[in-house]
């Protein structure tokens, strides 16, 4: 599917800041029979963007702004083609690979709320725990905007049963580990054919490893599997390795964030 992104973030402030840097991870993925085929990215105030592709395959891009100012916006435009599923191209994980997204990370610590969680789908078969825990954090779980924050971690939002997609993500995430399973955190977009275009900030899900098919890419807040309606942006061993976009400024301003996003199918 060729899907067309607008995303545009605005950070608005109630007096002058100077020194802000800001990173984004806007630019979809060229990675698992995903291909991006134009991305824009514009700034204000304008700047000069840098930019390096994390050893993930991530792509990063950074600027700073030395000059006082109240308002920055990010402005980025990408077109992307999908697969009808993730093409998995890692048959065999690294060691590094393997540590990262195996042990407990800051948003999926493997409590013992978790892993008591987890342990219920246990088995050999291990394809068939990872879809077993899918459903089991979607039956769990209600999707509630607003009852967490991007603050909370899997096993608050596990204790409190509600959450967002983000929430959904880390709850899957630590459980699959909690059972010796390797999962990672997608951060992307989901193109809904039954709305205008307008989408949520952004979305989350997770992709779990097996032996014998490599990683499979499964959505917790859907209950389903990746299909052509995703966009991948970025993969992590959580949300805190690939915000779409954060930073840091020098001031005692209070800070307000609106982000817009559209999301349509061409």
């Known amino acids: 599917m060729r899907i067309r992104i607008e995303h545009r973030t605005t950070l608005s ?10 990173e984004m991870r806007l630019k979809p993925m060229d990675a698992g029979g995903q291909r991006c085929l134009s991305f824009n990215l514009v ?12 050893r993930r395959r991530n792509d990063v891009r950074n600027f700073d702004v030395l000059a006082p100012h109240t308002r920055l916006m990010v402005y980025a435009v990408s077109e992307v083609l999908t ?3 993730l093409t998995d191209e890692e048959r065999e994980l690294s060691p590094l690979d393997n540590y990262d997204f195996l042990d407990p990370s800051i948003y999926a610590p493997q409590d013992e709320t978790i892993c008591r969680f987890a342990s219920s789908y246990a088995g050999d078969d291990v394809k068939a725990a990872i879809y077993a825990l ?40 630590a459980s699959c580990r909690c059972l010796g399973i390797p999962a990672r955190y997608v951060s992307g977009y989901l193109h809904d054919p039954q709305s205008d275009g307008r989408a949520a900030a952004s979305h989350a899900w997770v992709d779990a490893y097996t032996p014998d098919e490599g990683w499979l890419s499964l ?8 299909t052509e309606h995703y966009v991948r942006l970025a993969i992590g061993r959580d949300y805190g390795d690939v915000p779409p976009t954060r930073g840091v400024f020098k001031g005692k301003a209070r800070e307000t964030l609106d982000v817009q996003v559209n999301v349509q199918a061409l």
């Not at 509630?144 to 603050?151: E, I, Q, R, S």
């Open 219 to 226: 959505d917790p807040t859907h209950n389903c599997e990746q």
């Open 13 to 22: 402030y109630d007096q002058q800041i100077s020194e802000a840097y800001t």
């Open 134 to 173: 899918m459903n089991a954090v979607y039956t769990e779980l209600k999707y509630v905007p607003g009852a967490t924050d991007v603050k909370t971690k899997a096993p608050d939002v596990l204790a409190i049963g509600q959450g967002v997609c983000q929430d959904f993500a880390h709850v899957m995430i």
């Open 43 to 54: 700034t204000e105030p304008h700047g000069e963007i840098m930019q390096y592709l994390e």
């Open 83 to 85: 697969p009808p599923r």
